[in-house]
Nanobody, 123 residues
Framework: QVQLVESGGGLVQAGGSLRLSCAAS????????MGWFRQVGGKDRDFVAA????????YYAESAKGRFTISRENAKSTVYLQMNNLKPEDTAVYYC????????????????WGQGTQVTVSS
């Protein structure tokens, strides 16, 4: 069982930056592809970014390209999401997740999820 704990959310003005962190409890963190998703209200959880086990491949949603950067430190069992030039439409609860395989842009590929961290961007 992998436990994921996100942190780093908060309130920021448009144009500002935040860095989200997600710490994993399990030692085999390095084996997992890690992803970030976000969710607004009762809507579907949307893919934001993913990084493969060794950081060799990065995947981004179109809305994240050029503004967000996903990275990981396997020695710390932590994945990050650096978010720059934030916009009000980025307001959501952000979740990190761990996957063994599959289409990393879909929620069904992920086996474990964190509890989420709120990001609010004011205009």
């Amino acid at each position: 069982q992998v436990q994921l704990v996100e942190s780093g959310g908060g309130l920021v003005q448009a144009g500002g930056s935040l860095r989200l962190s997600c710490a994993a409890s399990e030692g085999s963190f390095w084996r997992w592809t890690m992803g970030w998703f976000r969710q607004v209200g009762g809507k579907d959880r949307d893919f934001v970014a993913a990084v493969t086990w060794n950081g060799g491949r990065l995947y981004y949603a179109e809305s994240a390209k050029g503004r967000f950067t996903i990275s990981r430190e396997n020695a710390k069992s932590t994945v990050y999401l650096q978010m720059n030039n934030l916009k009000p439409e980025d307001t959501a609860v952000y979740y990190c997740a761990a996957a063994r395989g599959g289409d990393y842009s879909t929620t069904t590929a992920y086996d474990y999820w964190g509890q989420g961290t709120q990001v609010t961007v004011s205009s």
